[in-house]
């Protein structure tokens, strides 16, 4: 039987590297972008915190 099954080619290493790949891609690359927005959000909102607290203190 040369003709293999599609479940065998899902299987073969090569192509199911390349699925888990886009699969993280997909799923790191948008956690990744969320952490990085919302850190630099909580970075900001520190900022000015720390902006109103010195702000206040020279009163």
Do not use: E
């Not at 990085?36 to 702000?55: D, M, R, W």
């Amino acid at each position: 039987m040369s003709a293999k099954p599609s479940w065998m080619w899902s299987l073969s290493p090569g192509s199911n590297y390349k699925q888990i790949n886009n699969i993280f891609h997909l799923i790191f690359g948008k956690w990744f972008s969320f952490f990085v927005y919302a850190s630099l959000c909580s970075l900001f909102k520190l900022l000015l915190i720390i902006k109103l607290v010195s702000c206040l203190s020279f009163f």
